[in-house]
């Protein structure tokens, strides 16, 4: 028998049939569908029709209780505004996800929200160097967690890396700094979520940092920029 992974709204799920190819062409029939390449999973959007199509494969699929996810997004994140909260919903069902809301929407609490209620114990945090304070001084307001900001020597900063790996929490790291440590990167166990800052710096496909980020193996990742495409689609398609 053949299996598949897959996740729906969230929630995963094992796919078993005795033709592979039958149940891959059912899953591309879905709607609002993509690939995870690092977790080899499907992530697909939890409507009623996609989860009709892909029963027959799983008994025990169904569509999670909107209200209970409601409810939790707001026990665990009583400072998010009701349009907030919905977005984090949505941003909860894909292992990557693209927050471009404009300026002054607050993408930073919504980002700490999605970290905080991903199954991922170890939240990592990329910003533009300026900002490694400001980040901080926000996840300290919201969450009660241990929050790590990377700075010093190679030698320091690898014991930053290690200790993190153990005790989770936030850690608050600067582009430049994960370009030069990208091989601690390489190697920090699974899983961990990354919410990359200003992710519009990513958009040139052709640069050293795109090619360091493309080699990080986060389980969930989201991006955040108010400026998602600013010449070309490309650079859209290349977040």
């Not at 108010?226 to 689609?233: G, I, K, S």
Request: glycine letters at 6%; proline letters at 5%; one cysteine or more.
């Amino acid at each position: 028998m053949a299996e598949l992974r897959v996740r729906i709204g969230g929630t995963p799920y094992i796919l078993i049939h005795s033709d592979f190819w039958t149940m891959l062409e059912v899953i591309k029939s879905c709607d609002n569908k993509a690939y995870e390449p690092i977790s080899k999973e499907w992530g697909i959007f939890p409507s009623i029709e996609n989860v009709e199509k892909l029963k027959q494969f799983n008994s025990e699929i169904h569509i999670k209780d909107m209200s209970e996810q409601a409810k939790l997004i707001k026990e665990k994140c009583p400072y998010l505004y009701p349009f907030q909260s919905e977005g984090v919903a949505e941003l909860l069902y894909g292992g990557k996800v693209l927050l471009s809301d404009g300026v002054g929407n607050g993408k930073s609490c919504q980002a700490i929200a999605w970290a905080t209620l991903t199954e991922c114990q170890n939240r990592i945090i990329v910003c533009p160097s300026p900002l490694k304070d400001q980040w901080a001084s926000e996840i300290k307001k919201f969450v009660v967690a241990n929050v790590t900001i990377v700075k010093g020597s190679k030698k320091q900063r690898r014991v930053i890396y290690r200790q993190f790996t153990l005790k989770g929490g936030f850690m608050v790291v600067s582009y430049e700094t994960v370009r030069q440590d990208i091989e601690e990167f390489k190697q920090m166990p699974p899983p961990y979520s990354m919410a990359i800052d200003e992710a519009h710096r990513l958009k040139n496909f052709r640069t050293k940092l795109y090619k360091a980020f493309k080699e990080i193996r986060a389980s969930r990742i989201i991006a955040l920029t108010a400026t998602p495409m600013q010449n070309a689609p490309r650079e859209l398609f290349t977040l």
